[in-house]
């Protein structure tokens, strides 16, 4: 666990080097399946070129890690800026000279041989970006982000399957409350001891809520369906201004690979067309379309404190848990992470992943949207790149919490946050909904 390794060098060392590899692995995983024209085509404008990703993470790894850490000199400084998300929107990133899938993987693969040197030598103390290994922590999580965002793009490509995984477990025994009551109360809210937590994750507060009602489980298809079968998309009643306009814009009739044939709603996972499975949580929704669903049902998103509290507050200690469960690092009893699944779990499924207030699901399966904007906690320090969240902050981006199947555990944690625009769909979300006590 990465706390106790914190205390421990050699373990600590052993566990960076292990968690560098599970990336690797995995975004080799998402590369080696397709041919070279499917990785360096661009299969939606709204995501990188599997090849673009590919060498992003390598030059990642070589600023923050040989440069930042080691002192080393560039490699290939003239690719910088091919590979500076900033530089260039991900609708330009075809047409740059990007490296081709060899060279990329040749330039990752060198990185990483590099890295795994210095991670020999490097203290893991004594300055900002080497306590705890954060710096090696930090390209971890972005490493297994990327890899997120490829399998988004494997979604999005058209062709044959390609990827394969196991079913996730069935749903767990007994009938399950439609939703549970967090209690009135204060409690602690992000985190200053997390050793690989990000900047917007920090600091620590104290925020107190009213008493609030909140899905046992995220919206399942089949709840979904009767939104659907209800004229939920055809009446503005329950649509933000902004959310009705995007609606009638985008010509939106369900979610994202949503089809309806002989009387059957169908959907598209993965180069595989499939029934809808009822009982799984709903995929591919727009916040727009989660804040409609649940103003039709009589409800709301829950904020993100809501959420937070939901998932963390501990009643019997008063404290603040890591996870749900308690402390303890995910495994796979608890949540539907790391890409084990290609799909989000039934509703009702690990109950080993339950919250002290009967909540489950909150981590794993579907990203879940919030009520929230994106903004800064109280007492906020950019760190170590405004980038990462600074300019993010503000009205156009909504919270999203509890990561999906696509993400790693070690990008994966109570305090863990996630925003976007929200008219995007393609990401894995879905969401529950929440109500006041008095209005249960």
């Given at each position: 666990?990465l706390?106790a390794?914190?205390?421990?060098?050699?373990?600590?060392?052993?566990?960076?080097?292990?968690?560098?590899?599970?990336?690797r692995a995995?975004?080799?995983?998402?590369?080696?399946?397709?041919?070279?024209?499917d990785l360096?085509?661009?299969?939606s404008?709204?995501?990188?070129?599997?090849?673009?990703?590919?060498?992003?993470?390598?030059?990642?790894?070589?600023?923050w890690?040989l440069?930042?850490i080691?002192?080393h000199?560039?490699?290939h400084?003239?690719?910088?800026p091919?590979?500076?998300?900033?530089?260039?929107?991900?609708?330009?990133?075809p047409?740059?000279?990007?490296?081709p899938?060899?060279?990329?993987?040749?330039?990752?693969?060198?990185?990483?041989?590099?890295?795994?040197?210095?991670?020999?030598?490097?203290?893991?103390e004594?300055?900002?970006?080497?306590d705890?290994?954060?710096?090696?922590?930090m390209?971890?999580q972005?490493?297994?982000q990327?890899?997120e965002?490829?399998l988004?793009t494997?979604?999005l490509?058209r062709?044959?399957?390609v990827?394969?995984?196991?079913?996730?477990?069935a749903?767990?025994?007994?009938?399950?409350?439609?939703?549970?009551?967090?209690p009135?109360?204060p409690?602690?809210?992000?985190?200053?001891?997390?050793?690989?937590?990000?900047?917007?994750e920090r600091?620590a507060?104290?925020?107190?809520?009213?008493?609030?009602?909140?899905?046992?489980?995220?919206?399942?298809?089949?709840?979904y369906?009767?939104?659907?079968?209800?004229?939920?998309?055809?009446?503005?009643?329950?649509?933000?201004?902004?959310?009705?306009?995007?609606?009638?814009d985008?010509?939106?009739t369900a979610p994202?690979?949503w089809?309806?044939?002989?009387?059957?709603?169908?959907?598209r996972?993965f180069?595989?067309?499939e029934?809808?499975p009822?009982?799984?949580?709903?995929?591919?929704?727009?916040?727009?379309?989660?804040?409609?669903?649940?103003?039709?049902?009589?409800?709301?998103?829950?904020t993100?404190?809501?959420?937070?509290?939901a998932?963390r507050?501990?009643?019997a200690?008063?404290?603040?848990?890591?996870?749900?469960?308690?402390?303890?690092?995910?495994g796979?009893e608890?949540?539907n992470?790391?890409?084990r699944?290609?799909q989000?779990?039934?509703?009702?499924?690990?109950?080993?992943?339950?919250?002290p207030?009967?909540?489950?699901?909150?981590?794993?399966?579907?990203?879940?949207w919030?009520?929230s904007?994106?903004?800064?906690y109280?007492?906020?320090?950019?760190w170590?790149?405004?980038?990462?969240?600074e300019?993010?902050f503000?009205?156009?981006?909504?919270v999203?919490?509890g990561?999906?199947?696509?993400?790693?555990?070690?990008?994966?944690?109570?305090?863990f946050?996630n925003?976007?625009?929200?008219?995007?769909?393609q990401?894995?979300?879905g969401f529950?909904?929440?109500?006041?006590?008095?209005?249960?």
């Open positions: 666990m706390n390794d914190r205390t421990d060098p050699a373990a600590l060392r052993g566990t960076i080097a292990a968690e560098l590899t599970t990336a995995r975004t080799a995983a998402l590369t080696d399946c397709v041919d070279d024209p360096t085509a661009q299969h404008p709204l995501m990188s070129p599997l090849v673009w990703d590919l060498a992003h993470i390598g030059n990642q790894e070589e600023l890690l440069r930042a080691g002192g000199d560039p490699m400084p003239e690719i910088d091919l590979y500076d998300a900033f530089e260039h929107p991900r609708a330009e990133r047409n740059l000279p990007l490296l899938p060899e060279e990329a993987r040749r330039y990752a693969h060198e990185v990483r041989g590099r890295v795994l040197d210095l991670l020999e030598t490097s203290p893991l004594g300055a900002p970006l080497l705890a290994g954060f710096g090696f922590g390209v971890v972005h490493e297994q990327h890899d965002t490829m988004i494997h979604q490509r062709g044959a399957a990827l394969a995984a196991p079913p996730p477990p749903a767990g025994a007994g009938r399950l409350p439609a939703d549970v009551l967090v009135a109360g409690f602690t809210m992000g985190t200053d001891t997390e050793p690989w937590a990000l900047d917007n600091p507060h104290v925020v107190d809520l009213p008493a609030y009602r909140l899905d046992t489980t995220p919206v399942t298809n089949a709840a369906q009767d939104f659907l079968a209800d004229g939920g998309y055809d009446d503005p009643r329950w649509w933000t201004p902004e959310g009705w306009q995007h609606r009638m985008a010509g939106l994202l690979h089809t309806r044939e002989g009387g059957q709603w169908l959907r996972r180069g595989t067309v029934p809808v009822p009982e799984e949580p709903v995929l591919h929704v727009s916040w727009y379309e989660a804040d409609a669903y649940a103003r039709w049902a009589g409800r709301r998103l829950p993100e404190a809501e959420w937070e509290k998932a507050h501990d009643p200690s008063g404290r603040s848990r890591r996870f749900p469960w308690g402390d303890g690092e995910p796979t608890h949540a992470l790391g890409q699944h290609l989000p779990a039934p509703a009702g499924a690990y109950p080993a992943g339950e919250a207030c009967g909540a489950r699901q909150l981590m794993g399966d579907v990203w879940e919030t009520a904007d994106f903004r800064p109280p007492g906020f320090r950019a170590p790149y405004k980038e990462y969240s300019v993010f503000g009205p156009e981006y909504k999203l919490r990561g999906s199947f696509a993400v790693a555990p070690v990008a994966c944690r109570g305090t946050r925003w976007d625009y929200p008219v995007r769909r990401i894995f979300a529950r909904t929440a109500c006041d006590q008095d209005a249960s």
